[in-house]
């Protein structure tokens, strides 16, 4: 015999009244939250002629429909955006006990010619300033030195104006700040732009008072200079402390490092040596043999071969890392500038890098990143024009556009050139970068240019054999450049020459109108003494009749005694016949004048007419 087993009384069920879901979610991950049956949600689709499978996906306008219908009061828990994940990870504090100390990271800033790579030269024993155009640091670079066995890692930046978002990058790295100003010149606009950097990152300033060793310093006047943005030298009561240097002669070299390491103990730089690297990629480029090269600093965690490794749009494992002498390294602690290969495109100057444990993720984000600037870029693209529309937009008065495409060596340079470009504001042209990269001029640039009618600018780069040949074929305009005042200065003139000329009218002369002869073929003709200055066959009249200018003609005919002539000068008679115009009366005064175009510059603003004003509306 079957035992039937008593079953006991089933307990009421608690039905929730509140829930919180994370989208995306299943049918049955809702019923789940919700503590509602599934087959009652589906019941509730389908009276509204939808129907649904248990494992169908939910939208959020649904699942708040059907959780209203059911009597609970749902919240959707919004999902963490991936930025803002790895934003997170790249500021996460970890406790005292896993932190050891790292060397101090610091960023030399400082106006132009100020002597910042000579000083850093001087550290390091390496020429670097010879190898840079026209001996202008063009390029952020990164060194670690060893003084008293300890480590400095310095950061090199550009001073000139151009670079300012490279500038700013390297102070967003940095630990300490040395801002460079040269005695004999002081305070300069690039070194207040410095200070506004180093305020922003708020870390400790060092002041390196360079060039001692000429003739014509004023020390004083440097540190009044200083004062007046609010660094007071420690020697004045203040807290900056302000070393005398010479890059040259390395006067002050050992006690700016020596301060250096000082403020270093005190603040107590720290990092977590175990955790998975992350950091800055300061600067990037392609290299013939290695493909793409990034010169990071790690900020934190150590950084090693065979690290999967997401940075900006790019990823790739780590093939190869390099310090900075150029030699292959197996491993890089924090603080330490390295470069490194095997990602599969440039990285941005400025993007975080992260060590990620899937390769598969890393290429997912980088993917939507690169999807994301694609969109940016092909937005900014115009395509060509129709007569109707050019004809359109000269009506409308609308601006016109130098379209260029700018390849540079690295992403550092395209941020320098295009924010100064992009400086030249004018109400009837302006510049429209449609298309920029790092690496050489290639095929599809000219295309694009072709496309675009735009000129490719090359700094620091060649164009490829097929890409040149093709750019003759097009009619492209290919400028190739290695110092950026020149390229500024060519755009600016380029600009200027897309500038409507200026129409001057230039007094010729004026002449009385003594008598008029009617001519039934020609007209009116009007016999004239000119009472000064010349009247020539090329030139305007304005017809003035009591004082007052009735309109401006040109010149139909000019006689001199029954023969057609060019000129006629002051005290003679002629016989002046106006195109468009045959109430000439005796007593009227006409004053002849030319017609000159002058070339404007982009600093000639056009004032504003009454006419283009929209009166206020009461």
Not at 31 to 36: K, M
Not at 102 to 124: A, F, N, S, Y
Not at 390 to 398: S, Y
Request: aromatic fraction near 4%; hydrophobic fraction near 40%.
């Amino acid at each position: 015999m079957r035992r039937s087993r008593r079953r006991g009384k089933s307990q009421p069920v608690q039905l929730k009244t509140e829930a919180t879901i994370e989208m995306p979610i299943t049918l049955r991950g809702l019923s789940e939250a919700l503590g509602r049956p599934a087959r009652d949600l589906m019941r509730t689709l389908m009276q509204d002629g939808e129907m649904v499978t248990i494992n169908e996906m939910v939208d959020e306008e649904t699942a708040l429909m059907l959780a209203m219908e059911h009597g609970v009061d749902l919240t959707i828990k919004e999902q963490k955006d991936v930025e803002e994940e790895l934003e997170e990870l790249f500021n996460k504090e970890y406790p005292e006990e896993e932190l050891r100390e790292r060397p101090p990271i610091v960023t030399v800033l400082g106006h132009v010619d100020h002597g910042k790579t000579t000083l850093v030269d001087k550290i390091r024993s390496a020429n670097v300033a010879a190898g840079e155009a026209g001996g202008i640091t063009q390029h952020i670079s990164s060194y670690q030195v060893d003084y008293n066995d300890k480590k400095v890692t310095f950061v090199d930046t550009p001073g000139h104006a151009a670079f300012g978002e490279m500038r700013a990058r390297g102070a967003n790295v940095t630990d300490i700040i040395v801002l460079v100003v040269a005695a004999d010149d002081g305070v300069m606009p690039q070194t207040v732009e410095c200070i506004s950097h180093a305020r922003n990152a708020d870390v400790p300033i060092i002041v390196a008072m360079n060039k001692m060793d000429l003739p014509d310093v004023n020390e004083q006047k440097v540190l009044q200079e200083l004062a007046q943005h609010e660094i007071i030298p420690s020697e004045w009561g203040g807290d900056i402390e302000v070393v005398r240097t010479s890059g040259e002669t390395g006067e002050g070299v050992d006690d700016l490092l020596e301060t250096i390491l000082l403020t270093a103990d005190l603040h107590e730089y720290k990092g977590n040596y175990d955790r998975d690297a992350i950091g800055v990629c300061l600067e990037a480029f392609r290299d013939e043999g290695r493909g793409p090269v990034a010169w990071m600093v790690v900020k934190d965690g150590t950084l090693r071969i065979g690290d999967n490794v997401l940075c900006g749009g790019a990823f790739g494992r780590i093939r190869a890392i390099y310090n900075d002498k150029g030699e292959e390294i197996q491993e890089a602690p924090p603080s330490l500038p390295v470069k490194v290969s095997g990602l599969d495109s440039v990285p941005g100057a400025g993007d975080k890098f992260f060590v990620v444990e899937d390769i598969e993720r890393a290429r997912e984000i980088a993917d939507e990143r690169q999807h994301h600037d694609r969109t940016k870029v092909l937005s900014r693209i115009k395509v060509p024009a129709g007569l109707e529309d050019i004809l359109g937009a000269i009506r409308e008065g609308k601006v016109q556009d130098l379209s260029l495409i700018v390849k540079a060596d690295t992403p550092g340079s395209l941020e320098a050139i295009r924010s100064e470009v992009m400086k030249f504001e004018h109400p009837e042209v302006r510049v429209n970068v449609i298309h920029e990269g790092v690496g050489g001029v290639n095929e599809s640039d000219i295309y694009l240019a072709a496309a675009g009618n735009a000129i490719i600018i090359a700094f620091h780069v060649i164009a490829e054999d097929r890409a040149a040949a093709l750019a003759d074929q097009e009619g492209v305009e290919i400028r190739r450049y290695q110092i950026i005042y020149e390229l500024i200065q060519d755009i600016k003139d380029a600009l200027e020459g897309m500038l409507s000329p200026e129409r001057v009218e230039i007094a010729a002369g004026r002449a009385l109108v003594l008598k008029t002869f009617s001519v039934s073929r020609s007209g009116t003709i009007a016999g004239c003494r000119v009472l000064n200055g010349n009247i020539g066959r090329d030139c305007h009249v304005h017809v003035i009749r009591d004082q007052t200018i009735i309109n401006d003609y040109p010149i139909a005919s000019l006689r001199r005694e029954k023969d057609d002539v060019k000129e006629v000068r002051e005290g003679m008679e002629c016989g002046i016949r106006l195109d468009g115009f045959n109430d000439v009366k005796e007593g009227d005064l006409l004053e002849a004048f030319r017609i000159e175009e002058k070339k404007r510059s982009l600093d000639d603003v056009p004032a504003k007419s009454e006419s283009d004003e929209t009166p206020d509306e009461e």
